[in-house]
């Protein structure tokens, strides 16, 4: 058993009721390598910003579980030798059965998520509150789901979304003791959110998917007034990117995701965690691309996973400072 405080980590409770009182979001990013981890620690080291790390099962299955916790390690001691010594947490995305929750908070994860919203509501309650009862025993904190979100990231997969039931959401936690919890009001995995046909067109002809419903949101903020809200799926699919890996070579045909304003809007009200991977693998994606285009010549990773993670970096030092409103929190 490795607890998550030896490792110089936090749990994320602090961290959401610092959130809702200050009405921002803490940014959940996904990595799987060093150049991710580099770039998220500096992004909000330099932000002054706390941060998530988050694991997938597909991360853990490539990197390993043993190096990325001791990754994780390392970023609690690369924050500090930066200059600023932010709360981090690391997180695992997408829990699908109790042995994997139970694997990541025995090896040092101080936060995991169980997603049973692919179960049957009642079957959902009892993993989830199983999960927790395991969890709190070593105050690690765990993230619910509730209604199910369409699309496709690492292992997650459904083909249609399914909205939150705001009349759910108050049994659902008083029964499982979860922590936070994800719901789906419109946000979707992956970078093909929603189909041309669903959009709109503004005057530049970019693609602008249907709004987020706000109004479950509100209700559910009604019904568990000061409760942390997590957005799975908030991946804002920023053209530049998708123009730039399409002009070197790329086909990501009809990538629509969702609207900057409309999860800064979200922040602002009861979500207190966005979780970002998307945007992130566009981002270095679109680097790299341009590397291999410019430079045909180049072998050498660092020269061009330089660039890739210089550029994610950048990315979401905005997104700190723009959309989650996290920046100067830490």
């Known amino acids: 058993m490795i607890s998550y405080k030896d490792l110089g980590l936090v749990n994320t409770k602090e961290m959401f009721e610092g959130a809702v009182k200050g009405g921002y979001a803490i940014p959940a990013y996904n990595f799987n390598n060093m150049e991710q981890l580099q770039a998220i620690v500096q992004a909000c080291v330099e932000t002054k910003s706390p941060v998530i790390l988050q694991v997938s099962k597909g991360a853990r299955n490539y990197a390993n579980a043993t190096l990325l916790r001791n990754m994780a390690r390392g970023a609690v001691e690369y924050a500090k030798e930066l200059g600023h010594e932010i709360p981090i947490a690391l997180h695992l995305d997408h829990g699908s059965d109790f042995e994997i929750c139970k694997a990541c908070i025995d090896n040092g994860f101080s936060s995991v998520m169980i997603d049973g919203s692919h179960h049957s509501y009642d079957d959902n309650v009892a993993l989830t509150k199983k999960v927790v009862e395991y969890a709190h025993k070593f105050d690690v904190t765990v993230e619910g789901e509730l209604g199910v979100l369409a699309g496709i990231e690492d292992d997650v997969v459904a083909e249609k979304s399914t909205y939150t039931k705001p009349e759910e959401v108050e049994d659902f936690v008083s029964k499982t003791g979860v922590d936070s919890l994800a719901i789906s009001i419109g946000t979707s995995h992956g970078a ?35 409760f942390p809200i ?3 799926g908030a991946s804002s699919v920023p053209v530049e990117y998708v123009n730039t890996i399409n002009e070197y070579g790329g086909s990501l045909k009809d990538s629509v995701g969702i609207p900057e304003q409309q999860l800064r809007k979200a922040a602002g009200l009861a979500v207190c965690k966005i979780n970002i991977d998307s945007d992130g693998r566009l981002a270095m994606t679109a680097a790299v691309r341009k590397v291999f285009a410019d430079e045909p010549g180049e072998f050498d990773p660092r020269k061009y996973l330089g660039p890739a993670r210089d550029q994610l970096k950048e990315m979401y030092m905005r997104k700190n400072r723009d959309v989650l409103g996290s920046a100067d929190r830490g």
């Open 192 to 226: 093909n959110k929603f189909k041309p046909e669903q959009c709109t067109k503004n005057e530049d002809g970019i693609l602008i998917p249907p709004p987020l419903r706000f109004d479950i949101l509100e209700e559910i903020e009604k019904r568990l007034p000061g």
């Open 230 to 232: 997590v957005l799975h």
